[in-house]
């Protein structure tokens, strides 16, 4: 009997080449009356290991970011089973939480090592809950690659007093008295 059950198993078995995966982008669900939901939150990805960064790249040590989605829900009666009025919004997508990366190590080329967690928090059985997509990884720069973020913008140059900019004492500053 037990032969003839492995045998019913094996046969209804897809082939690994046929299995299939929807990654779904939303983390916080629909309730019944949905007035608004602007949610994206994160899909599957494939990180690499310290095996597959790039040769010559260059350790930056751990990085983290993290981002939220946010949802309302407000019931329409007293009743434990009560229709509620919802609202969703919030960007809970890797993407995001790269961008937040590059942002605080401009020079971040990569990731590899990560670990990602949710983290939900709720108030009053749903009324407001909140769920956090968190990565913790490892990042590598590239030697002699342009950091992705801008350069913050240069001061305002100094107007009106004749002075070059590259001399211009900035406001608040006390300058060194001249030497006779």
Not at 15 to 41: E, R
Not at 65 to 75: F, H, K, Y
Not at 102 to 116: E, M, N, Q, S
Request: with cysteine; net charge positive.
């Amino acid at each position: 009997m037990t032969a003839l059950w492995a045998l019913a198993v094996l046969l209804s078995a897809r082939p690994a080449g046929a299995q299939t995966y929807a990654a779904h982008p939303h983390i916080i669900s629909l309730k019944t009356l949905t007035v608004f939901y602007h949610v994206t939150g994160p899909l599957s990805t494939l990180p690499m290991t310290h095996k597959d960064i790039p040769r010559g790249a260059v350790d930056i040590g751990e990085v983290s970011g993290s981002s939220c989605q946010r949802e309302v829900n407000i019931p329409t009666s007293a009743s434990l089973q009560a229709t509620t009025i919802t609202a969703a919004e919030g960007n809970g997508s890797y993407q995001k939480i790269i961008a937040q990366m590059r942002k605080t190590h401009p020079d971040l080329a990569g990731i590899y090592d990560v670990k990602t967690d949710i983290r939900s928090f709720a108030i009053l059985f749903g009324l407001y809950s909140s769920q956090c997509t968190e990565v913790l990884a490892r990042g590598y720069a590239l030697p002699g690659a342009k950091p992705r973020v801008a350069a913050p913008a240069a001061p305002p140059a100094a107007k009106s007093s004749g002075i070059p900019a590259s001399k211009a004492v900035p406001a608040g500053a006390r300058s060194a008295p001249a030497k006779p």
